[in-house]
């Protein structure tokens, strides 16, 4: 089992800047995959960035190039670092800790994007 408390969402104007925090309860190198999902309102919940145990990510093609996950085992930490903000952005940012066996999910971090 673990747990994962978000961090770092806010209010930004698009263009801007956020990094996002996800501190997990255990050593993430324990993780089989570590994550970044959102879900805007009204919509479904969706796969932003990946990045697995062995160090390899993917992201959503809406995101490629603004978006970069990395992580911090000493902290048993990762990121999402959000650069050039756009309102489509907005939603809400989950954690997420698949474990083969099990997800875990953290509570949520709003972004919410301004024109």
């Known amino acids: 089992q673990v747990q994962l408390v978000e961090s770092g969402g806010g209010l930004v104007q698009a263009g801007g800047s956020l990094r996002l925090s996800c501190v997990a309860s255990r050593n993430i190198f324990s993780i089989y995959v570590m994550g970044w999902y959102r879900q805007a309102p009204g919509k479904e919940r969706e796969s932003v960035a990946v990045i697995t145990v062995g160090g390899s990510t993917n992201y959503a093609q809406s995101v490629k190039g603004r978006f970069t996950i990395s992580r911090d085992s000493s902290k048993n930490t990762i990121y999402l670092q959000m650069n050039s903000l756009k309102p489509e952005d907005t939603g809400v940012y989950y954690c997420?800790?698949?474990?083969?066996?099990?997800?875990?999910w953290g509570q949520g971090t709003q972004v919410t994007v301004s024109s």
């Open positions: 997420n800790a698949d474990m083969r066996q099990n997800n875990f």
